[in-house]
């Protein structure tokens, strides 16, 4: 089946750039999708790239894609304490149904 | 916009009682919603998709029986664990889809379930 592979863990002094990188399986994902997971909470959508980009901005993310390695990649810029969390790569394959990676859990440190 | 509640949040209940959790697309219609189950610092494991008006598909591995699921209305789907057990102490997340635009996937905050 499809798979989606992740780093556990990334640790960053707060106002550095933090990058998570993500690979997948499924060549025909259609969107590649970052979401964040605080303790106890449910999952909260960042941002999503379309399949034919090969990058995306939004105010402090940046998500790259590399479609030919099967890339994809989530910097978070300023890193802030409130950016602490878990982090999860996911891909869309057939039926829609995500594949989700194992979740990247970012510390910020001081 | 894109909001999706889940009821309870947390829930504590005896083993062999059933317990029915709800999950709500507040401000949009969502034709189908998915369940997915989440164990302790790991991923998110898909268990159903739920179809408004017709049954559920049931991933590989999960028993239908034990989990019912009822999607009867454009904004409702329910995920009821039967004769709960310890063993399905779990954090339960819904997701509902969008589908218009990005077909985007809205999670809800999930349901914290412990089988005592």
């Known amino acids: 089946g499809e798979d989606v592979e992740q780093s556990l863990f990334l640790s960053v002094r707060e106002g550095d750039s933090s990058v998570i990188n993500c690979t997948y399986t499924d060549s025909s994902s259609t969107y590649l999708y970052w979401y964040k997971q605080e303790p106890g909470a449910g999952l909260q959508l960042l941002t999503y790239?379309?399949?034919?980009?090969d990058m995306k901005q939004d105010q402090r993310l940046t998500v790259l894609l590399n479609k030919k390695d099967k890339h994809l990649s989530l910097r978070i810029a300023d890193t802030q304490t409130g950016d602490s969390a878990i982090y999860f790569c996911?891909?869309?394959?057939?039926?829609?149904?995500?594949?989700f990676g194992t979740g990247t859990q970012l510390k910020v440190e001081l | 916009g894109a909001v999706v509640s889940q009821h309870p949040s947390w829930v504590i209940c005896k083993s062999g009682t059933s317990v029915k959790i709800e999950c709500r697309s507040l401000d949009f219609q969502a034709t189908t919603m998915f369940w997915y189950r989440q164990f302790p610092k790991q991923s998110l494991m898909l268990m159903a998709t739920?179809?408004?008006?017709?049954?559920?598909?049931?991933e590989q591995g999960v028993e239908k029986d034990k989990f019912l699921i009822n999607h009867a209305s454009l904004t409702l789907s329910t995920l009821t664990v039967t004769s709960a057990h310890p063993e399905d102490s779990s954090f339960y997340i819904c997701?509902?889809?969008?589908?218009?635009?990005?077909?985007?996937?809205?999670f809800g905050p999930g349901t914290r379930l412990t089988v005592l």
């Open positions: 739920s179809n408004e008006g017709s049954k559920a598909t049931y």
């Open positions: 996911v891909s869309t394959g057939g039926g829609n149904k995500l594949t």
């Open positions: 790239i379309f399949s034919n980009m």
């Open positions: 997701s509902a889809r969008d589908q218009i635009g990005t077909d985007t996937q809205y």
